[in-house]
T-cell receptor, first 119, second 112 residues
């Protein structure tokens, strides 16, 4: 079974400050890891993903995340927050498999972190 | 290229009624997954359809059922609605890759 824990349901930063959203996962096999963003009354947009290879992954809007196997973490960062970053962020995990395999690409999400950016 | 669309946007139903939600996959995508997102929670996996067959199910009762059509569009049906079924229902489509799932905007279901 796999699970995701996001530390901090609410994070507040000032515009221009570092954004750090924490995610820890549990998986019995090497995971695929994702960060999604959700703006009010909208669906989910993929920010970035880790599958294999380089452990530091870069995504859209200046976000990046680092896969640390020893810490079972996949924290999301952005050097300088912008007002438009205010949204809810979800970390998710899935396990690899073959197309057509049971629940192929099934995502298990964390509870979400609401990011507030102050002027 | 058209993205994932869902209809209706909002829906209000009474406890005990039945509801059908619709999802149109991104062009060429053969896999559709449905998720339930209760207020203040992360999305929960309901089930997945791959090439018109159910391909895995989360911890949801049988009154949650679905279909996938030859054009890969999909329906989610919920019978005997309960108050706790009030949520945002999201569908996501993909094509032979678990890494690129595209989500629709969701249907907000309110059960009174």
């Amino acid at each position: 079974a796999q699970s995701v824990t996001q530390l901090g349901s609410h994070v507040s930063v000032s515009e221009g400050a570092l954004v750090l959203l924490r995610c820890n996962y549990s998986s019995s096999v090497p995971p695929y890891l994702f960060w999604y963003v959700q703006y009010p009354n909208q669906g989910l947009q993929l920010l970035l993903k880790y599958t294999t290879g380089a452990t530091l992954v870069k995504g859209i809007n200046g976000f990046e995340a680092e896969f640390k196997k020893s810490e079972t973490s996949f924290h999301l960062t952005k050097p300088s927050a912008h007002m438009s970053d205010a949204a809810e962020y979800f970390c998710a995990v899935s396990t690899p498999g073959a197309a057509g395999g049971t629940s192929y690409g099934k995502l298990t999400f964390g509870q979400g972190t609401i990011l507030t950016v102050h002027p | 290229e058209t993205g994932v669309t869902q209809s209706p946007t909002h829906l209000i139903k009474t406890r005990g009624q039945q509801v059908t939600l619709r999802c149109s996959s991104q062009s060429g995508h053969n896999t559709v997954s449905w998720y339930q997102q209760a207020l203040g929670q992360g999305p929960q996996f309901i089930f997945q359809y791959y090439r018109e067959e159910e391909n895995g199910r989360g911890n949801f009762p049988p009154r949650f059922s679905g279909l996938q059509f030859p054009n890969y569009s999909s329906e989610l049906n919920v019978n005997a609605l309960e108050l706790d079924d009030s949520a945002l229902y999201l569908c996501a489509s993909s094509m032979d890759s678990p890494y690129e799932q595209y989500f629709g905007p969701g249907t907000r279901l309110t059960v009174t």
